[in-house]
């Protein structure tokens, strides 16, 4: 083995292989002191095969470990050979009915919400999938790595456990018996010698702290001077700054650096230099002296190689225990007993703890390797699981305050088990009993948050970045916290009860160090100067906000908890508001006769803070007592009597206060912190907790006191008191001319007093507020959710509060309130509201935020006027209140409200004598209504004999009080109903009177007494009569006004089509493709159209004119015009490729003139379609460059395009281009000289064109020969036969101009640039080829896009593909006139050359090689430059013909040579026809050819079909092409999906019916051909099965295909591993969609180097599969990436969607997601027209983020 491996590796001690395991262990089963045996072994061993040299070879230590230092062992532990031994053991024992299997990262896990106990119940996929759960609602996530599948523990799971896999053994005895019982005696014994021997040896050697030396008893007798010096983990110092450091202290390259660094952070440690103690311990200074900069420096150590030897070793071992005890429960009892036994010290000195207690000193691999010995030996034997607890628990404080301390990530510490334990309901209850659990955690919290003030309350400020690195690690206390409380306990002993309240004890003190932290007061003046922090106390309740819940969710299990708990907390208030009422002094407020005490205070003025949980919990026990009936079972247990109503009320109703003035823009000056903390403060994280407590407290205090006293208090507070208590004070604020900014700011005020009324008596849709249920509660939030807009489910789920286990409660209800609309291809599906539900519509529901609130008011105001139905928006009928809160409705019928009311309304009577505002007069038309709904309400339930005590209606009937004698408010909103200034609210007030008389009726059939207003209801009846009337006429008028309008528009339409005829002529003519046009001139019609050949449709010129989108100037195309250009773009694709593998060695020497049949790589050409003149498009993109050149070099961004390779943006239309397309006429054309001799036949014609090209070789020959005498060449002329009218020194005249030269040549060389990938250069003889190549891979990729989408070959094609097509094909055939005539020529005769053989040539490829339709392009294009010198009368068409004809027949004996030819059984029975007959003969032929190595002949018909089938994209392709060459338009069959196309094409392309009758025709050369063809020694080889060949018709390249669940995908990306770091798992594996490779992206390990720059995997694999492009699918992220070059790329939404049609980007959801084939289809499609790039582009310059993203370290 040593010999394949490196120099430096030392030859295997031969001692080593010699030592025996058996006969070792046979030695110690002798021995009395078995430990000091075992222990010079290891003494001896160990340091021989570990770390014997710089670099460690895991593969040769693991061998020689096992042989010499485990192998032992295994013998000593069976007492025989372990390959017997270990079986045994396994067979005697019972198969575990846990599964337990440790999460690999990134591996799937799901969770079942229908069963799982809490939200960390979960299944690995194997138990997962063969689990009922998979049929329920479950949740996927991918692992963080680390925890274990909890299949099989009856407490994880409310139903079905257990998988079929661990069910099996379900069925036998349940009860607890002792493992050891299965295993032999002796066995039992060994095993303890060994496992205490071992685990012993292991902790002591990892905890061991000296550098170097050893323990005594593992001393060596010789010791070395070799030393390593061990760099080890943290988590402060970047990947950048320790490679850069590593570079200089030991200097290594840069990918060694890398490596080091790569192995630090995965294992913890490495070491970084291997030598004597002194060359290490310069490297350690070079080290530490660079990182300690900034920061604290990187650990390193000098460690003696013998300790490093051991403590891998002790490694090693961990694992090994680890495997051993798998074979057997009995062994894992064992392993669990050593290492929970109490050692010598007594306390914390068994090996578990000692472990436990060393873990933060420990390197992240020695921590994972025993946290995973941990899980699969304590926590799966049950009875050791709970001494282990235990033990955890006794060290919680210290193992937290390692953590906190400690700096590396929560996984990576052993108090990250604490989700393993506590969890576990049974666990977590003995220890809240035993231990005090509840108590520790939150003691052990509070202790680490050590700042107060001088109250003692937390103070956050000064939050440096270290507080807040320790705040974050805090949190995750909280997290355990919520993992004890989490699975609520059924029935309750006095322990648990008696520990349970000392833990609500410790966290009353916790929140009550949180009761008014962070308190603000308003800046006056001038702005505030520094923001204060907030985050750290908003983070802390956030994180609490669960934790409160739960708390209050354990009170409300148990009565005496919960009195308790009440009792306490209101205790605990009692001292928040010991200083109540310090320094403020009482005053008194009247009005309308009550009046009360209360304190002067201002919120405006002193200190108030937002974070009151203190009273918040107390208003959830309140209403808990009030739910669970317990404040009527047991009044006399409860202080309900001692409370104060407005101590209740103070803080809450401060806090709501500081909300409105907020609102009101008065805490302008005090910056964006309190902006932030408002916000928050209702939002739906912490709303629950905060904001709606509020509500409920105040509806507390209200229900306890008389109402007419808490609305003076909250007018007081709100600083409105003036306002209302002194009459025409608000006539005076005006008439003084106020500042306006306090009348704006009073308004503001007062409408948001109103809301919070109307909130307070509205808001009972809390169970114990209202006689509701928490469905009722979920409902009422989806309906005004739904209200504002229907909503995506991920969106509605955003917008409701989460429990602790990531539930809303939504699905239950959802379907009772809405409809589910299913998304198209792109969006996402929608919920809408049920019709029915909208009358349960409110307003002024509490948790609508300003803006939800217009639009919610906006779109049900709008949705009443489609259903014709008035738009009032009337209260909502509501639930009663419960008992408790009974007497809150009161308040609507209070004096002081009334006058609150009546005040308000006369100001709107009044309207121009007082500030007031029509939202304000909204708010009391709502409670108004609300009143009245309240009162028939009381009506409709009324018993017998019962008075209704709510009598709203008369008293808004009465008029107000002596001595000013105002009118009754019934009154006013009459007089309010007619104001012509108030339309909006009509409506309401409409619907206020029409329920007042209702309510008058039934008031009246219920009392006999009569009533005297009864004129009420008349004035009502005429008014709306009146009303109705007006309405009708307005309507009208506005009809006839909306008609006329219409009818000018259409009139000035019609004007200006006149004035501009032509110019509508002219662009219609430009849209429609030539044939548009051509289908109305008569002299087509009846005339079958050919579209090449001497018979070829004569087709009359047209003009085309043209206007560029730069100058916006019209021009005509012509030959000697301004060149015009469309913007395109270039680039190499690998669509089309079969084979992906090939790649160009060597650009600068690669001959393109012929494309092979797999099509490997081709250049594509795309165009928008936008025309610019030449000149102005030259100017516009130097604009672009000097711009790019002008920005500084620092601010050097990546914008979505490169100038520097060419590209710019459309200016239209903003699309990538990179070169522009000249338009032409059609050049044909413009070089057809006259025809006056009979055309010749094939044969003919192919003679004639070899003797030309006979002769331009000899012509060639001598000009490179020079010449002795010039008398001589003239001889030599004459020698020279050459054929008939030929005149090779004959130059033709360029008819283009010298613009329209100039952009030819552009273009061209663009097209060589990108699709070589070289410099430019116009020279170049491969240009013209790449031209040619270009326009035939473009036909090629367009013709496949529409055979795959079966649309019809000529069918209406977007306008810019036909554009782009048509001046592609154009330039092609024109560029010859600005190439080299003689270089032409030579590519001519070598493509001639391969089909019509010379001896000239000699390596031309075999006709299996050439891709045929590219031949045809090239030697029709390449034609014109050796016709121009033909005079002899033969028509440039006829050579187009005859090469067709030609390549035709190549291809049609390429099909049959590689067509699979087993005869299908399918023969028709129906006579040949002479298709088969003829392809029957031609196959004959071809046998005699290729000496019979062809098979045995097939039947014809199945012989004619394959050749029909394989020929006809072929056929498609050239008539794409010869249709845009000579723009002959297609017949109209052809324009429409149809069956006869292929005779429809034959016709038109002037073949036969029967293509093989072209052989026939010209047999003797056909012959000759055929035999020249099948002579090619790579065909014999083909024919010999020793290479293979393309098969025609080519299958079309499709994306892979994806399975149908993501979660496989997940699955496969798991357990797939970086290819470069030794099975390490990949963080982001990602596929490519289009070959199905896994990439391990985005990570230093796989990053390669590509032109010079390094590069991530993605980007890599591009070049080498997609050419530059790529389409990829990062599977973690569940996310789509497309990429294009190095700076290119963006994200694109993936074809996976949930149930709700929605995609999951992040995997943030865990919906359970499927594949949409539509979707999947459209990137196939974007992929399959070349669209990628332009996607990027499009999406780079519409999100200008993307454009800063290093798209190349992908």
Sequence with gaps: MASELEPEVPAIDQSLLECSAEETAGKWLQSTDLTREVYQHLAHYVPKIYCRGPNPFPQKEDMLAQHVLLGPLEWYLCGEDPAFGFPKLEQANKPSHLCGRVFKVGEPTYSCRDCAVDPTCVLCMECFLGSIHRDHRYRMTTSGGGGFCDCGDTEAWKEGPYCEKHELNTSETEEEEDPLVHLPEDVVARTYNIFAIMFHYAVEILTWEKESELPADLEMVEKSDTYYCMLFNDEVHTYEQVIYTLQKAVNCTQKEAIGFA?????????????????????????????????????????????????????????????????????????????????????????????????????????????????????????????????????????????????????????????????????????????????????????????????????????????????????????????????????????????????????????????????????????????????????????????????????????????????????????????????????????????????????????????????????????????????????????????????????????????????????????????????????????????????????????????????????????????????????????????????????????????????????????????????????????????????????????????????????????????????????????????????????????????????????????????????????????????????????????????????????????????????????????????????????????????????????????????????????????????????????????????????????????????????????????????????????????????EKIMAQMSEMQRHFIDENKELFQQTLGLDASNSAVLDNSPMVSDVTLM????????????????????????????????????????????????????????????????????????????????????????????????????????????????????????????????????LLLPPRNVFNKLNFSDQPNLTQWIRTVSQQIKALQILRKEESIPNIASSKNSKNMDKLQLPEGFRPDFHPKNPYSDSIKEMLTTFGTAIYKVGLKVHPNEEDPRVPLMCWGSCAYTIQSIERILSDEDKPLFGPLPCRLDDCLRSLTRFAAAHWTVALLSVVQGHFCKLFASLVPDDNYGDLPCILDIDMFHLLVGLVLALPALHCQDFSGISLGTGDLHVFHLVTMAHIIQILLTSCTEANGMDQETPAGEEELAVLALYKTLRQCTGSALKETPSGWHLWRSVRAGIMPFLRCSALFFHYLNGVPAPPEIQVSGTRHFELLCNYLSLPNNLISLFQENSEITKLLIESWCQNIEVKRYLEGERDAISYPRESNKLIGLPEDYSSLINQASNFSCPKSGGDKSRAPTLCLVCGTLLCSQSYCCQTELEGEDVGACTAHTYSCGSGVGIFLRVRECQVLFLAGKTKGCFYSPPYLDDYGETDQGLRRGNPLHLCKERFKKIQKLWHQHSITEEIGHAQEANQTLVGVDWQHL
């Excluded at 602790?804 to 299913?822: C, D, L, P, Q």
């Excluded at 916006?1112 to 030959?1119: A, R």
């Design 262 to 1042: 790569t192995t630090v952070d995965r294992d913890g440690r490495r070491s970084v230099r291997y030598g004597d103690f002194q060359y290490c311990e310069q490297a350690k200074s070079v080290i530490v002296r660079n990182t300690s900069r900034q920061t604290k420096p990187l650990k390193v150590q000098v460690m003696h190689s013998s300790i490093v030897a051991h403590q891998n070793f002790g490694l090693k071992l961990l694992s090994w225990l680890g495997s051993i005890i798998g074979y057997s429960d009995g062994l894992r009892r064992i392993l669990c007993q050593v290492g929970l036994q109490e050692g010598p010290d007594g306390e914390n000195s068994s090996l578990v703890d000692r472990l436990m207690l060393n873990d933060s000193k420990l390197w992240k691999g020695a921590r994972s390797v025993y946290h995973q010995l941990f899980m699969s030996s304590l926590l799966m034997d049950l009875k050791y699981k709970k001494l282990f607890a235990v033990r955890f628990a006794k060290n919680y404080e210290r193992l937290q305050s390692d953590y906190v301390t400690d700096d590396h990530d929560r996984e990576f510490s052993v108090a990250d088990l604490s989700v393993q334990i506590f969890t576990v309901p049974s666990l977590a209850r003995m220890l809240i009993t035993e231990e005090n659990l509840l108590t520790i955690i939150i003691k052990t919290f509070m202790d680490h948050l050590r700042h107060r003030d001088a109250q003692g309350r937390f103070q956050f400020e000064r939050y440096t970045a270290l507080q807040a690195f320790k705040f974050r690690r805090v949190q995750s206390l909280i997290l355990d916290l919520k993992y004890v409380l989490i699975s609520k306990p059924t029935e309750w002993s006095d322990d648990l009860r008696q520990k349970f309240l000392e833990g609500f004890d410790a966290f009353l003190e916790l929140l009550k160090c949180m009761q008014g932290m962070d308190p603000i007061t308003r800046q006056v003046g001038q702005h505030i100067e520094m923001e204060p922090e907030w985050e750290a106390a908003f983070t802390l309740q956030m994180k609490l906000t669960h934790v409160i819940s739960m708390m209050q969710d354990w009170c409300a299990l148990d009565e005496k908890v919960l009195i308790e708990a009440y009792k306490k907390c209101l205790a605990v208030l009692m001292q928040c508001h010991g200083g109540f009422t310090d320094g403020e002094q009482p005053i008194t407020l009247s009005i309308c006769g009550h009046s009360v005490e209360t304190i002067r205070y201002c919120v405006s003025q002193e200190k108030v803070s937002i974070h009151l949980p203190v009273s918040r919990l107390l208003a959830g026990l309140h209403v808990l007592l009030s739910k669970s009936e317990v404040a009527y079972k047991f009044p006399e247990l409860l202080p309900l009597s001692e409370l104060s109503p407005p101590m209740l009320i103070e803080h809450p109703l401060r806090c709501l206060v500081l909300c409105a003035q907020v609102h009101a823009g008065m805490w302008r000056r005090n910056g964006f912190s309190l902006v932030n903390q408002i916000y928050y403060y209702h939002n739906v994280k912490c709303r629950r907790e905060m904001f709606d407590k509020d509500i409920i407290m105040l509806q507390t205090g209200v229900s306890m006191m008389d109402p007419n006293h808490f609305l003076m208090i909250m007018l007081s507070r709100f600083e409105l008191y003036q306002i209302f208590s002194t009459p025409d004070y608000g006539k005076r604020l005006n008439s003084e001319m106020t500042h306006k900014d306090v009348v704006q700011q009073n308004n503001t005020l007062i409408e948001e007093m109103l809301y919070l009324i109307i909130m307070l008596v509205g808001e009972r849709f809390t169970p114990g507020v209202g006689q509701v249920n928490a469905t009722d509660e979920i409902k009422r939030e989806i309906i005004h959710q739904l209200s504002i807009k229907p909503m995506a489910h991920s969106e509605l789920v955003k917008s409701l509060p989460e429990d602790e286990n990531k539930e809303t409660g939504m699905e239950s209800v959802i379907e009772a309130v809405a409809h589910f609309k299913k998304p198209g291809l792109t969006g996402k599906g929608m919920y809408e509201l049920k019709p029915e539900c909208a009358k349960e519509f409110n307003l002024y529901f509490y948790h609508f935020s300003r803006a939800e609130q217009s639009k919610a008011e906006e779109a049900q105001r709008k949705l009443k006027r489609q259903n014709r139905e008035d738009t009032a928006l009337p209260p909502p009928i509501l639930p009663p209140f419960c008992p408790l809160f009974a007497s809150l409705v009161n308040i609507l019928q209070s004096d002081v409200m009334l006058c609150i009311m009546r005040t308000i309304l006369q100001w709107a009577v009044e309207h121009n004598g007082y500030a007031w505002s029509e939202s304000m007069l909204q708010r009391v038309l709502h409670l108004i209504g609300m009143a009245l709904q309240e009162e028939k309400q009381h009506l409709e339930n009324v018993m017998e004999e019962h008075v209704v005590t709510f009598t709203f209606t008369q008293k808004i009937s009465k008029p107000g009080e002596a001595p000013n004698n105002s009118p009754s408010i019934l009154a006013m909103l009459e007089t309010l109903q007619n104001a012509p200034y108030l339309e909006v609210h009509k409506d309401m007030i409409r619907w206020i009177l029409k329920t007042f008389n209702a309510i008058k009726k039934m008031r009246e059939s219920s009392s006999t007494s009569p009533v005297a207003e009864a004129e009420g209801t008349i004035t009502e009846e005429s008014s709306r009569d009146k009303d109705k009337a007006e309405r009708k006429r307005k309507a009208e008028i506005a009809r006839l006004r909306r």
């Design 1091 to 1222: 579209a090449l050949g001497p018979a070829q449709t004569q087709v009359p010129k047209q003009r085309q004119f043209v206007t560029c989108i730069l100058c916006q100037e019209e021009q005509e195309v012509k030959v000697e015009s301004k060149a015009m250009v469309l913007a395109a773009f270039v680039q190499r694709s690998t669509v089309l490729s079969k084979n992906r593998n090939k790649v160009i060695q060597d650009p600068e020497k690669y001959d393109p003139l012929f494309m092979h049949p797999d099509l490997s790589c081709g250049t594509h050409t795309g165009s928008c379609g936008h025309i610019m003149h030449a000149h102005c498009w030259q100017r516009y993109f130097d604009s672009v460059q000097a711009k790019e050149q002008r920005r500084q070099q620092r601010l050097r961004l990546h914008t979505s395009y490169d100038v520097e390779n060419g590209e710019f943006l459309c200016p239209l239309c903003e699309c990538l281009s990179n070169t522009v397309i000249p």
